[in-house]
C-alpha cells in the first residue's frame, strides 16, 4: 500500500506535462509523446500527491505477448495475458511503496480481464546498471525470468512473468539459469 498522501488514480489528459518529465528522469533517452500518452489513457493510472504526479504505470489487458514465449501446453492463439509496458516512480518517492501499490492495481485489473499471467520487460534508466533493483522489486511481487523464443529477436532482453492463479492451466516457462563457471570442475 502506498504511502498516506499518495492518492492512485486514472490519468487524465491533463497529466502530460507532468508525466512526460517524469518518464524522462527516469527512462533516460526515451520520450514520452503527448499522442502516446493520449493513446495510453485507458490504461494508464497515476500517483499523485500534493497535485504532483510522482508515478505512472501503463499496461494493457488483452496482449498477445504470450506468443513471444515458450508456453506449455501451446494455447489457443486468442489466449491474452496482460502486459505491463511502463511502471516508473520519481526516486524522490521510491521505497515509500508507490511502485508496489500501482503494480498491485494493475494486477488487480489483470485479474479483473479473466487473465492468468502477466509478463513484462523492464528496462532500467541506465542499461550498465539498475537491473538488480529491478529484479529485487518484481522478484518480491513473485515475477520469475522468463524463457523466450529466439524468433522474436529477444535474445538478450530480460523479460519477466507471474501467474495470478495458482494452477494456470498454460505455463509459461521460467528461464532456467546454469550457473556453472566454464572451465571449473
Given at each position: 500500500m502506498a504511502s498516506p498522501g499518495i492518492d492512485m488514480r486514472p490519468a487524465t489528459a491533463d497529466d502530460y506535462p507532468a508525466a512526460a518529465e517524469l518518464y524522462r528522469q527516469v527512462a533516460r533517452g526515451r520520450e514520452l509523446s503527448r499522442a502516446q500518452f493520449t493513446a495510453w489513457l485507458d490504461t494508464t493510472t497515476v500517483a499523485v500527491t500534493h497535485g504532483d504526479v510522482v508515478g505512472l504505470c501503463h499496461g494493457n489487458h488483452t496482449s498477445a505477448t504470450w506468443q513471444s514465449f515458450v508456453v506449455e501446453p501451446e494455447p489457443p492463439l486468442e489466449w491474452r495475458c496482460s502486459y505491463l509496458d511502463t511502471l516508473v516512480v520519481a526516486r524522490s518517492h521510491r521505497g515509500h511503496g508507490v511502485g508496489a501499490a500501482l503494480l498491485e492495481q494493475f494486477l488487480?485489473?489483470?485479474?479483473?480481464?479473466?487473465?492468468?499471467?502477466?509478463?513484462?520487460?523492464?528496462?532500467p534508466a541506465d542499461p550498465r546498471e539498475g537491473f538488480d533493483e529491478l529484479l529485487a522489486f518484481y522478484g518480491a511481487a513473485g515475477f520469475v525470468p522468463l524463457r523466450h523464443r529466439l524468433i522474436h529477436g529477444l535474445t538478450n532482453a530480460l523479460v519477466l512473468g507471474r501467474a495470478l492463479v495458482a494452477r494456470p492451466d498454460h505455463v509459461v516457462r521460467p528461464l532456467e539459469v546454469d550457473a556453472t563457471v566454464p572451465g571449473a570442475r
Open positions: 488487480d485489473a489483470a485479474r479483473a480481464a479473466g487473465n492468468t499471467w502477466v509478463v513484462l520487460r523492464p528496462v
